[in-house]
């Protein structure tokens, strides 16, 4: 007899390893809009503007921290402490360990601190690695802390004024005696500096939102929302989500970052944008679609049936009891 537990387990794992960015499903209902508007390209201005462009250090300047960072990480890597015992970091883009562990082997002692304060004295203890002043580390704001089969897997925040760095999180896993086994930085700025007093309104930076993905700007009507974020009624009705908006900051460079609003926008059926805007000018610095089409071969009928066809989900038509197999070919029945 067939397995339907057993496939929804498998299929969910294989949905999950094939899409992790698919956070957003499609709304029901929203295909039938009088105005479907155009799916816009994800946009990052730091892959279009020229690095001389940017706020702060010029080109020079920037490729001389990257590289000074990069050196930093290789002296570290001959060192005693590390040589020839199975450590390996890999920088990000601003040349900071993206991905810092040794083979087999923990990179600290075993401590009965807590996880949070394992965490914090580790970055203290390698600051050549992780150039972060004091008042950062102490400033990071510890987003989740998880346990799972013995590891604790921590993540916290960068932070300016209580303003999070956008993808500037660092993650840690610990294992169970509180030993630290993997670092690694995303989109860290270490020593920020900038004003974090907005120009424009958070009501003006939502209407360059929709400015942005050509959209006449409307009245807005607030709504309240939780954790200090601002939310305002979604013009296209009450079928899409409210409109939120709230402070953050923006990386440019390995040492410099704009103050910019992130605003959530649910524009249609297809097109659900998390939007950066410049705090300053009203300028474009990031858009991407929240929803993430993958496709996949399905059973339209039955698993026992041997034609399947290429499709793209999440599809509308899909009925109860068809059967995906996603993009790493695992078979799951779907009702």
Known sequence: MFN???????????AIVASPAWGQSRAEGKTGDAVRLPVLADFDV???????????PGADGTKAIVAGRRGVI????????????????????????????????????????????????????????????????????????????????????????????????????????GEVIHAGADEVVPELHLSTKPRLSVEEAVSAAFEKIGMAAPALSPVALTEGKKGFRNPRGQRFSPITAELAIFPMTAASARLAYRVFLEAGSE???????DAESGDLLFRHNLYVHAQGRVWQQSPMDTARQ??????????????????????????
Do not use: C, M
């Open 4 to 14: 339907l537990t057993a496939v929804r387990v498998v299929f969910l794992l294989g």
């Open 46 to 56: 730091r892959d279009s503007a020229p690095l001389e462009a940017r706020s702060g």
């Open 74 to 177: 290789d002296t570290f890597l001959a060192s005693p402490a590390a040589a020839g015992r199975g450590v390996r970091i890999a920088p990000n883009r601003y040349g900071l360990p993206k991905t810092f562990f040794r083979e087999g082997h923990a990179l600290s002692a075993p401590s009965t601190a807590q996880p949070e304060d394992i965490a914090r004295n580790f970055l203290r203890a390698h600051r050549t690695l992780f150039p972060l002043t004091a008042p950062e580390v102490d400033g990071l704001r510890l987003v989740s802390q998880d346990g799972s089969g013995g590891a604790v897997f921590l993540a916290f925040h960068q932070t300016l004024n209580g303003i999070d760095v956008f993808n500037g999180q660092i993650k840690f896993t610990l294992s169970a005696t």
């Open 271 to 277: 097109s659900w944008y998390e939007l950066l805007i």
């Open 310 to 335: 290429l499709v793209t989900f999440p599809s509308d038509w899909l009925p109860a009891g068809g059967t995906v197999t996603t993009g790493n070919n695992v078979d799951a029945y779907l009702d």
